[in-house]
T-cell receptor, first 113, second 113 residues
């Protein structure tokens, strides 16, 4: 099925460990995004990529890095995980500027102990 | 800065009841407005959208009208079903800097049979 695929679905890390969350879309969308979802706070933008070859910080970029590997793939890396990064992470994509709405992946639930 | 405020939940209704979830926003100019729905364990799905004043977005029996004068985009459905139980998010994308969407905190809806 066409859409946004995220891996892994669940992950437990120890404080200080690193990991990369993977995201791929097959809709030929230009723009991709990483959000985190925390209880009572809605979704907050971590990083986005307006088009292949570009990335920009969102609202909460500290502690994260991203790579737009090609038009399809946009990865999020935690270099040294902290308990405050325990959250559900969503990748999304849009055809262009997000005025048309997003297509979301099913999320990665990350716990840092 | 831009913001979205939606009514706190949870909202509990009986099947076939009328639903209203309030959403108001703060933004300069004419943002695009959205409602997303999130079912348990899944990512957000775009439910409906409106891109200019007085537009009505509709989908699956849900409706919302873009009211510029009251800066509101309330979600309504005439007769809810148990399958509508989910979390609903109101969101906006400004007409400047169109790669950043602001989400409300979400409203959880429970529908009882």
């Amino acid at each position: 099925n066409a859409g946004v695929t995220q891996t892994p679905k669940f992950q437990v890390l120890k404080t200080g460990q690193s990991m990369t969350l993977q995201c791929a879309q097959d809709m030929n969308h230009n723009s991709m995004y990483w959000y985190r979802q925390d209880p009572g706070m809605g979704l907050r933008l971590i990083y986005y990529s307006a088009s292949e070859g570009t990335t920009d910080k969102g609202e909460v970029p500290n502690g994260y890095n991203v790579s737009r590997l090609n038009k399809r793939e946009f990865s999020l890396r935690l270099e040294s995980a902290a308990p405050s990064q325990t959250s559900v992470y969503f990748c999304a994509s849009s055809e262009g500027a997000s005025r048309g709405g997003y297509t979301f992946g099913s999320g990665t639930r990350l716990t840092v102990v | 800065g831009d913001s979205v405020t939606q009514m706190e939940g949870p909202v509990t209704l009986s099947e076939e009841a009328f639903l209203t979830i309030n959403c108001t926003y703060t933004a300069t100019g004419y943002p695009s407005l959205f409602w997303y729905v999130q079912y348990p364990g899944e990512g957000l799905q775009l439910l409906l959208k409106a891109t200019k004043a007085d537009d009505k977005g509709s989908n699956k029996g849900f409706e919302a009208t873009y009211r510029k004068e009251t800066t509101s985009f309330h979600l309504e459905k005439g007769s809810v079903q148990v399958s509508d139980s989910a979390v609903y998010f109101c969101a906006l994308t400004a007409n400047t800097g169109g790669f950043k969407t602001i989400f409300g905190a979400g409203t959880r809806l429970f529908v009882k049979a």
